[in-house]
């Protein structure tokens, strides 16, 4: 209980933040008159701002799954608990760090961010599922946490009920373009619950909103009923760090 309020009221905290300072910076347009600057200055703290907000997506229900796990693994196998614990610690460091910046990340640390959130999940006896590193290409950035909430989608709405989920993660340079994909062998969209497709849904916009605002890249989706890709494809050029 204690996380989802945590969650609101930062999520709150930071809709104020927003208007203070869309209300501030209006003002300072009005006073100042110095026209189209302020006008884009107003308009780039409001992106940023609403980027925050976009990025507070630490799920409170994951976080005490994990724990629970944790706790059931200190009595039947102390040394899986210390690594469960090690890969929960990271999980959160990466969350926090992507909700306090929104510089982007070498795509290697994007795929560790991956693999400490699949180490958690598969802490869990009861889940079974498969993940592929179809890695060809990592020398690139990205916003952090982009790619990893398309593979907590598809092991909580595709793969969670079936026997022999797989998932696969590739990235390749085509011509100008980073292509990264995210392919699961899942029920696809068709057969969700509307809370699922809702959840799903609010994890695929955030996505896009921040790989559009911080390089420029695209996101989409082909979905069956035997399965969802995940294709993000990011002009390379802007991928060049300053």
């Known amino acids: 209980m204690t ?5 609101i009221i930062s999520s709150a905290v930071l809709l104020v933040m927003l208007v203070i300072t869309l209300v501030f910076l209006i003002k300072s347009v009005n ?3 110095e026209g189209d600057k302020k006008i884009r200055e107003l308009e780039n703290e409001i992106n940023r701002l609403s980027l925050r907000l976009s990025q507070n997506q630490i799920r409170p229900h994951f976080i005490f799954n994990s724990i629970l796990a944790i706790k059931q693994l200190c009595i039947e196998d102390p040394r899986a608990a210390s690594k469960a614990l090690q890969h929960f610690a990271a999980y959160l460091r990466s969350n926090l760090d992507a909700m306090s910046s929104d510089e982007l990340v070498l795509f290697d640390r994007e795929i560790d961010c991956i693999k400490e959130y699949v180490a958690l999940e598969q802490a869990d006896p009861a889940v079974h599922f498969s993940v592929n ?22 092991i909580r709405h595709g793969i969670s009920r079936k026997e022999n989920g797989v998932i696969t993660i590739r990235s390749r340079l085509e011509e100008d373009k980073v292509i ?26 955030n996505a896009k909103d ?15 009923g035997s399965g969802t890709i995940v294709r993000m494809e990011i002009p390379f050029r802007e991928m060049e760090m300053k």
Not at 3 to 7: D, E, I, M, N, Q
Not at 184 to 198: A, C, I, K, S
Request: with cysteine; net charge negative; charged share 25%.
């Open 133 to 154: 590193y179809d890695i060809e290409f990592t020398d690139f950035y990205i916003p952090l946490l982009v790619v990893e909430p398309m593979v907590e989608n598809a």
């Open 210 to 224: 921040r790989l559009k605002m911080l390089c420029d890249g695209e996101l989409n989706i082909i979905s069956t």
């Open 180 to 205: 990264v994909i995210v392919e699961d062998n899942g029920v696809g969209f068709g057969n969700e619950t509307r809370q699922q497709v809702e959840h799903r849904s609010i994890g695929i916009k």
């Open 31 to 33: 006073a100042k008159n």
């Open 3 to 7: 996380g989802w309020y945590l969650a």
